[in-house]
T-cell receptor, first 112, second 110 residues
Framework: DVKVTQSSRYLVKRTGEKVFLECVQD?????MFWYRQDPGLGLRLIYF???????EKGDIPEGYSVSREKKERFSLILESASTNQTSMYLC???????????FGAGTRLSVL | EDQVTQSPEALRLQEGESSSLNCSYT??????LFWYRQDPGKGPEFLFT???AGEEKEKERLKATLTKKESFLHITAPKPEDSATYLC???????????FGTGTKLQVIP
């Protein structure tokens, strides 16, 4: 079975903190994605990666960075968390050409 | 700019009452249209991919269809366990660019 694991289900952080969200997939997929999901706005792509050490900006990359040092792991970094980054964060992976995305359970981040 | 619009935002059905969810898309060069199911507190789960107008796919009580401008997710004789948010997404243009709609929240009442 396909598995995408996000390290935390819930996180509470303070404004200005550096936040790391971790995602691991066990399917040897080339592509990995970070989305945020907000009511009324749907899923919005923050960053994606199509190979180790490769990354592309999505629709809303401001305030975020990513790291992919190993094929199975994709990290989302909030350099200085702000209250408007309170959201549900979803990680996904997909094989090279099929475009079907497999999602993790999500991390609900609250920035106070 | 690619756009995916889903309607209705919410739908309440009696068990056994069939209905359809709509997904309208405006994308440059559709490569694939996806349907996902999302349960509360969970990530989306893949249901179907449709690639060309006229294509249909079925899974249990669900059937997805595709035209050049929209896709429908038909739900036949739904059960309470079909309650979830259904998301539509379109892949176009760039290699991994996928645009999601905001979803239809379906509630099936026993």
């Amino acid at each position: 079975d396909v598995k995408v694991t996000q390290s935390s289900r819930y996180l509470v952080k303070r404004t200005g903190e550096k936040v790391f969200l971790e995602c691991v997939q066990d399917m040897d997929h080339e592509n990995m994605f970070w989305y945020r999901q907000d009511p009324g706005l749907g899923l919005r792509l923050i960053y994606f990666s199509y190979d180790v050490k490769m990354k592309e900006k999505g629709d809303i990359p401001e305030g975020y960075s990513v790291s992919r040092e190993k094929k199975e792991r994709f990290s989302l970094i909030l350099e200085s968390a702000s209250t408007n980054q309170t959201s549900m964060y979803l990680c996904a992976s997909s094989p090279g050409t099929l475009h079907i995305q497999y999602f993790g359970a999500g991390t609900r981040l609250s920035v106070l | 700019e690619d756009q995916v619009t889903q309607s209705p935002e919410a739908l309440r059905l009696q068990e056994g009452e069939s209905s359809s969810l709509n997904c309208s898309y405006t994308v440059s060069g559709l490569r694939g249209l996806f349907w996902y199911r999302q349960d509360p507190g969970k990530g989306p789960e893949f249901l179907f991919t449709l690639y060309s107008a006229g294509e249909e796919k079925e899974k249990e009580r669900l059937k997805a269809t595709l035209t050049k401008k929209e896709s429908f997710l038909h739900i036949t004789a739904p059960k309470p366990e079909d309650s979830a948010t259904y998301l539509c997404a379109a892949n176009s243009g760039g290699y991994q660019k996928v645009t999601f709609g905001t979803g239809t929240k379906l509630q099936v009442i026993p």
